[in-house]
């Protein structure tokens, strides 16, 4: 089992930044595959961006690519979500991810993939 809280939402003016923090307990954390989602009001839960459970790559969203970047730092049991250039496009419910994975180099972007999911955090970027 393992359970994640998210921080670091919040309102912020478009052009804006902020930074997303996801902690995981348990003492596997490095076994495990790890993705950010959002959520808009009315909408679906998307894909944002993963990273895999220890080569260090990354993947992402058109809709982010060059302003996110997904990081993760196996000694806090942590993933980070680095938001940049915000757009109000982007206010949504974000929540992270983790899905224990036996491969070091896969990737999963759909929700039904993940098997854990934090509780959310609101981030509203005004224009």
């Known amino acids: 089992q393992v359970q994640l809280v998210e921080s670091g939402g919040g309102l912020v003016q478009a052009g804006g930044s902020l930074r997303l923090s996801c902690a995981a307990s348990?003492?596997?954390?490095?076994?495990?595959?790890m993705g950010w989602f959002r959520q808009a009001p009315g909408k679906e839960r998307d894909f944002v961006a993963t990273?895999?459970?220890?080569?260090?790559?990354?993947y992402y969203a058109d809709f982010v690519k060059g302003r996110f970047t997904i990081s993760r730092d196996n000694a806090k049991n942590t993933v980070y979500l680095q938001m940049n250039s915000l757009k109000p496009e982007d206010t949504a419910v974000y929540y992270c991810?983790?899905?224990?994975?036996?491969?070091?180099?896969?990737?999963?972007?759909?929700?039904?993939?993940?098997?854990?999911w934090g509780q959310g955090t609101q981030v509203t970027v005004s224009s």
């Open positions: 991810a983790a899905r224990q994975s036996s491969s070091y180099y896969a990737q999963y972007r759909a929700t039904d993939e993940y098997d854990y």
């Open positions: 348990g003492r596997t954390f490095s076994s495990y595959a």
């Open positions: 990273t895999p459970r220890g080569d260090g790559r990354t």
